[in-house]
């Protein structure tokens, strides 16, 4: 088997390459001893419906022989879903099903395992095989689990994170999911279990713990998880890799980019949302809003400003001067230094008439800076502080995702 996955692997590198997961998918749909063909459909199925819910009439109508089985009946909650957060491919759920059910991390060792393969005598026994599919068909139909899957997602959004597009890594949320199982397999308390995901995906990412060897820190990880109490584990992942020199100095250097893409600007917004914050001069109008509705991010220093004194792309789109922010303020703004846009908010919030937004009084205005990691330094900022002001707020959104990740 070591052979075949090698030439698989080398052949396809040369044009679109097959992952292992198509590798175990091509193993699964050619059995037929052990139901192979209608677990590879499950699979396939329960994916698509996810995307497209709308899907189930289709299989109702082509595959009624399917559509009386027990595994379309598991799934069948899929076609009032609209939820989008966690739209797995059927990589992502034979992950998740692998690592649960086989304490493993590499999906080669699935294909060795459906295959009969006894690691330690290297030979292949057919009870292995039949032991190996029964395992697997018990972690897809976990998987499916309309109660588990919906708690799951709801743990995953208590967490801040309401928005798919706010998830760097999907490899964080497959291990979640299957912690969120094992856990429960583990008859852990549920309040536990929802503290110890949420702090585990956080921990995830902040750490961009699932990039890079990725199958090698999953594998890792489950078997660590399995021979000792979670709780410890953490305790001692945190002791690792979350450190006074992470929080004060390593966090700010990751903040120092112009990706919006970036993890840790998404955890930043995640940290926003948990605490109900508004966005930037904003009364009434939370991040939550702006996020679900597709709100805009704006430059706190104006990108014409900027650009009208030189600075190139990298140096005006800095993470650090994002904020979520209603886009008719922003239009008001325009192209002022804040100077001399926070000069007119001190007359808004003196009774001087509403202009940016509905902050009527200074309390609310320095209340709203905080919640938006700004220094109360930029009533008198110009492009001259410009650098000062990026360092100031990185170590604010630093404090504040530090703070977030220790209430979870």
């Not at 702090?199 to 090698?216: D, I, K, Q």
């Not at 914050?277 to 805009?296: A, E, K, M, V, Y």
Request: charged share 25%; net charge negative; with cysteine.
């Amino acid at each position: 088997i070591e052979t075949v996955t090698e030439v698989f692997i080398r052949i396809n590198s040369q044009g679109v390459v097959l992952s292992q997961a198509d590798f175990v998918m091509s193993k699964i749909a050619a059995n037929e001893t052990y139901g192979g063909s209608t677990l590879r459909k499950t699979i396939d199925y329960f994916c698509h419906l996810a995307i497209a819910p709308e899907f189930y009439q289709h299989i109702v109508d082509n595959e009624p022989e399917f559509a009386q089985t027990g595994y379309f009946r598991q799934m069948a909650w899929l076609r009032d879903q609209n939820d989008d957060l966690y739209d797995p491919d059927y990589n992502d759920m034979l992950r998740v099903a692998f690592i649960t059910e086989f304490q493993r991390g590499r999906l080669a060792d699935l294909v060795s395992l459906l295959s009969g393969r006894n690691f330690e005598t290297r030979t292949f026994e057919e009870t292995i095989a039949e032991e190996s599919f029964a395992k697997l068909e018990t972690g897809i139909v976990r998987f499916m689990n309309e109660n588990e899957f919906k708690r799951f997602v709801m743990i995953i959004k208590s967490a801040g994170f309401i928005d798919s597009k706010m998830i760097r890594s999907q490899n964080a949320l497959n291990f979640a999911y299957a912690l969120y199982l094992k856990l429960r397999a583990d008859k852990m308390n549920t309040a536990e279990i929802e503290k110890n995901v949420r702090r585990w995906f956080v921990l995830t990412l902040l750490t961009s713990r699932y990039s890079g060897s990725a199958e090698s820190q999953l594998d890792f990880d489950i078997r660590q998880i399995a021979e000792r109490p979670f709780a410890d584990y953490l305790a001692d992942t945190e002791a690792a890799e979350l450190s006074d020199g992470f929080w004060d100095v390593g966090l700010g250097q990751s903040l120092t980019t112009s990706s919006t893409n970036s993890p840790f600007m998404h955890l930043f917004w995640a940290a926003q949302v948990k605490k109900n914050d508004l966005g930037f001069l904003s009364r009434d109008i939370s991040i939550n809003d702006l996020i679900t509705h597709r709100g805009d991010i704006h430059h706190i220093f104006p990108r014409g400003y900027l650009k009208a004194k030189g600075l190139t792309r990298s140096q005006y789109n800095q993470v650090a001067n994002y904020v979520y922010m209603q886009s008719e303020i922003n239009i008001k703004i325009g192209n002022k230094a804040p100077v001399a846009y926070f000069e007119e908010l001190k007359q808004q919030t003196n009774g001087g008439g509403l202009k940016y937004g509905g902050i009527d009084s200074s309390a609310m205005l320095l209340h709203n800076l905080e919640m938006n990691s700004i220094p109360t330094t930029i009533f008198d900022m110009d492009i001259s502080h410009y650098d000062e002001f990026l360092e100031q707020r990185r170590q604010l959104m630093a404090q504040r995702i530090r703070d977030y990740y220790y209430s979870l």
